[in-house]
């Protein structure tokens, strides 16, 4: 927002364990909460102005209607390959089995949408600050089932409780006015809120890294996941000038080169630390090194029809095995909001094939 202005971000360097450097002699391992559940009247409300806005837009002739991560810089197809010999506490769910090897779709977006900014539409250049994300669809799972994970630039989300997210969209649904006067009596959520923007102040999707700000279980265990280039680059820390400077380079690097990215994980502890539900505090336990993603070299990922494809492609985190299956109560709002917000998507479109795959990415 104008009338906040921005927080300074400060970068800190995170350490990542491989496997085979691994020792957990001092750890207690039992496991993790699986987190509260959200209200249920919160989690309507929040429906409900989705909705609302969502109707808004699409009655004024808007195409990107989604609420959240609405603009798209691209959707890359890559492989995942987990670690070998990980010790049982890595070694679960997707990545139980050492060498095993599964096809992904990787979507790339800017973080807004109608719902979260009223100021900042789908066509936003990216040199605006915003948040950037990482949605992956992991295919093969159990079979034929998927398997997803979010993660963005920001290492913690920016609204506490549900009853933070309920008031603050609120505020978003009235507008400007609403919204100005509501982050400058919370000037708490303000100043998370204006650090998530500039956490996407980035040069290079590839050579970015990416948090998951939610956690998610991974087996017994509760986790967030961190993803990471396997090479340093990507230039200055800046999005650039321009329109799409995250696209083009994202388009001009995979034509000729592919790209790899490490995946690493970090372990709830205890509630003082490693709070479940408020997604506001950066976790400090490690991350360990669990499995590699490669892109390969592609062309196809950004015609007009395989684009198209891919902003209905939901990123839910309902799409997931019990193994992997969200964690807390802003996960919980996520869940049942994304779902009710595809099904109500889908609905406006009258096109029934999209029910399992419109919504909020």
């Not at 971000?9 to 509260?36: F, K, R």
């Not at 090897?101 to 973080?111: E, K, V």
């Not at 000037?187 to 290079?204: C, K, M, P, V």
């Not at 650039?240 to 970090?266: M, T, Y």
């Amino acid at each position: 927002m104008k009338t906040i202005g921005l927080a300074a971000l400060l970068l800190l360097s995170v350490a990542v364990i491989s496997a085979e450097e691994l020792d957990l002699s001092s750890w207690q391992m039992t496991g993790g909460p699986d987190g509260t559940p959200a209200p249920p009247t919160i989690i309507d409300q929040i429906i409900g102005m989705f909705r609302d806005s969502t109707k808004q837009q699409a009655d004024s002739g808007e195409t990107w209607i989604h609420q959240a991560h609405a603009k798209q810089h691209g959707c890359v197809s890559a492989k995942i390959t987990v670690d070998s010999n990980l010790p049982p506490n890595l070694a679960q769910g997707i990545f139980a089995r050492g060498g095993a090897t599964y096809d992904a779709l990787i979507r790339f977006s800017n973080g807004v949408g109608r719902g979260f900014n009223p100021l900042l539409s789908a066509h936003e250049a990216d040199i605006k600050p915003d948040i950037r994300g990482m949605g992956i669809k992991v295919f093969g799972v159990d079979g034929s089932s998927s398997q997803c994970f979010t993660l963005t630039t920001a290492k913690v989300g920016f609204l506490p409780t549900p009853q933070d997210a309920m008031e603050f969209f609120t505020a978003i649904h009235k507008g400007n006015i609403a919204t100005t006067a509501y982050l400058a009596t919370h000037l708490h959520i303000a100043g998370l809120y204006a650090r998530q923007a500039t956490s996407g102040f980035i040069n290079d999707l590839l050579f970015a890294n990416w948090y998951a700000p939610v956690p998610q279980k991974h087996g017994p265990y509760t986790v967030k996941h961190r993803i990471y280039p396997c090479t340093k680059g990507g230039g200055l820390p800046l999005a650039g000038f321009g329109e799409n400077p995250l696209r083009d380079k994202l388009v001009n690097h995979l034509k000729s080169q592919s790209a790899c990215l490490e995946w690493g994980i970090q372990f709830y502890v205890n509630d003082a630390t490693t709070p479940v539900d408020d997604t506001t505090r950066e976790w400090p336990s490690e991350y360990y090194h669990i499995a590699k993603i490669e892109i390969p070299v592609q062309t196809n990922s950004f015609d007009t029809n395989h684009e198209n494809m891919c902003r209905f492609v939901s990123m839910s985190p309902e799409f997931t095995t019990k193994d992997h299956r969200p964690a807390g109560a802003t996960q919980d709002i996520r869940a049942k909001v994304y779902t009710a917000m595809a099904q109500y998507t889908s609905m406006l479109w009258s096109t029934a094939t999209r029910l399992n795959v419109a919504g909020l990415e």
